[in-house]
């Protein structure tokens, strides 16, 4: 598996603007990485050539078939295997069925460049209504599976891995722990440093057969200097997933 960095392992650093493309390809290399996964929040623009050694891999939002034909092409030319795909947008969340009969000629194009469309778990989709998506798109359909995704859904990771290991080409690795509220009612989801909280990825990396990249995410609590300790958790998480998956 190789493995890598993208827009959501600095998500409020780019919000602020303060890495753009050619930032995020530098850093990358400096960290040893050998992918860079571009996302809806600072998509790839084809316009930049990535150093030598560093795939470049792609995702996007919604179902635009003039999109994902440009991400399959982006994956084509950066020998990816595979584009993420999340399936909802603020104002168009479609069935299981829609879901099937819209992708469907855009797998099948997929399939022919010999390219995985992968669907992340995200939320709304529990992992088996996402496992039967999958296998109605038949071949050219994968997954993306986000460690941290499917607590939307009321999900544990060792289900979703159960239910949509096989299928799964890439892992978004994002550590979080459940602290139990103040007054006792309820818990908090809180983002932490890879290997700080409470997913058990070296049981579960091993549990992924089929996968061909991992790739760093965070979600950090917004605070004092929100830049700095995304960077921090960034390189720390690296360190701790590379010692994971060697």
Not at 112 to 136: M, Q, W, Y
């Amino acid at each position: 598996m190789r493995f890598g960095i993208g827009t959501y392992s600095l998500p409020r650093t780019i919000w602020a603007g303060e890495i753009d493309e050619e930032g995020l390809l530098a850093l990358a290399t400096d960290l040893g990485c050998d992918a860079v996964q571009f996302c809806e929040n600072m998509p790839w623009t084809g316009r930049l050539t990535p150093p030598s050694g560093l795939v470049v891999e792609t995702g996007t939002r919604g179902i635009d078939p003039e999109d994902l034909v440009r991400h399959l092409r982006w994956a084509t030319q950066h020998d990816s295997g595979f584009v993420r795909l999340v399936v909802d947008q603020a104002e168009f969340e479609p069935s299981p069925s829609e879901v099937v009969t819209l992708l469907k000629p855009i797998v099948r194009e997929y399939a022919e460049a010999g390219v995985r469309l992968c669907l992340e778990n995200h939320d709304r989709f529990t992992s088996p209504v996402l496992k039967s998506i999958i296998d109605d798109l038949g071949e050219g359909a994968g997954v993306v599976i986000d460690s941290a995704n499917s607590l939307g859904a009321l999900e544990g990771l060792d289900q979703v891995v159960d239910n949509l290991g096989s299928a799964c080409l890439n892992f978004h690795a994002k550590d979080v722990k459940a602290v139990r509220k103040p007054d006792l009612l309820g818990f908090d989801v809180i983002g932490t440093t890879c290997g700080e909280g409470q997913i058990d990825f070296p049981g579960i990396l091993p549990r992924l057969a089929n996968c061909v990249s991992v790739t760093l995410e965070q979600w950090v609590p917004a605070g004092f200097d929100d830049q700095g300790r995304e960077l921090a958790g960034l390189k720390n998480g690296v360190t701790y997933l590379k010692g994971v998956m060697t």
